[in-house]
């Protein structure tokens, strides 16, 4: 199966802006989903509100595009009554952390076999440049022109309180990273989620310093390092972290 095959490409050219990192994150997606056979007849994308949860919209395959924070509880009601199904959830940190803060708490919690891939663009995008939950403490946004004053949330943190569970970080320049983090956690049995730190250069590139999305990545490339068989991911490490 060829990755374009499960892309909607009559309906490009996309919607996100020249250089964001989501389109990154739907193709390596794609690729991942058609080198495992996964298609129409077996897989379901669910998506958020914003940029990122667009992406759902782009698959060929049936999607939900659920309501604001609401796409953790889509995708477990879902794989409650199409269990046979790989049920994979395409969305930002906005959506999935802020008013799907809780979702995403008690989610992790029942551990349902569900797949999440974050494009973790540190960021509201659609809304103008608010900062989200995991905007960086300092960052100059719309809404903190003097730096956001808050540390972002943990997520790596938060699903290590689980009994089980399965945690990777990856970046939209990593993009072989990126596909074997996202491979893993489908084959993971359980609640599986990736989290891919990503541009946006036009809402939130810009206002800190970066002139084009090609400055980000190479940022991206410089300040993140691979690292394994390691039971906590620092700041700016990228790899898998598990529990059985």
Not at 20 to 44: F, P, Q, R, W, Y
Not at 82 to 111: C, E, K, M, W, Y
Request: aromatic letters at 10%; glycine letters at 10%; charged letters at 20%.
């Amino acid at each position: 199966m060829y990755y374009k095959d499960l892309i909607k490409m009559q309906r490009y050219p996309h919607s996100w802006c020249p250089g964001c990192g989501i389109g990154s994150v739907l193709k390596n997606t794609a690729k991942v989903l058609a080198g495992m056979n996964l298609d129409h007849t077996n897989t379901i994308a669910v998506s958020g509100i914003g940029c990122s949860g667009r992406m759902a919209g782009y698959l060929n395959m049936d999607a939900v595009h659920s309501l604001h924070g609401r796409a953790l509880t889509s995708a477990e009601a879902i794989k409650t009554v199409r269990p046979q199904h790989n049920v994979v959830v395409l969305s930002g940190d906005g959506d999935l952390f802020s008013i799907g803060g809780n979702h995403f708490l008690h989610t992790a919690r029942r551990d349902p076999d569900i797949t999440v891939v974050c494009n973790n663009n540190e960021i509201y995008g659609l809304t103008a440049g608010q900062y989200s939950p995991t905007t960086p403490k300092g960052t100059y946004t719309t809404t903190s022109p003097k730096g956001c004053k808050y540390e972002p949330i943990d997520i790596h943190g938060i699903l290590r309180t689980m009994p089980r569970y399965f945690y990777a970080r990856s970046t939209v320049w990593h993009v072989l990273h990126m596909q074997k983090c996202i491979q893993e956690a489908i084959q993971w049995k359980g609640f599986a989620f990736v989290d891919v730190v990503s541009d946006c250069i036009e809402i939130n590139g810009r206002h800190i310093g970066y002139k084009k999305a090609s400055e980000m990545f190479a940022m991206y490339k410089e300040k993140y390092k691979i690292v394994r068989d390691v039971e906590v991911l620092g700041p700016h490490d990228l790899g898998v972290v598990k529990k059985e």
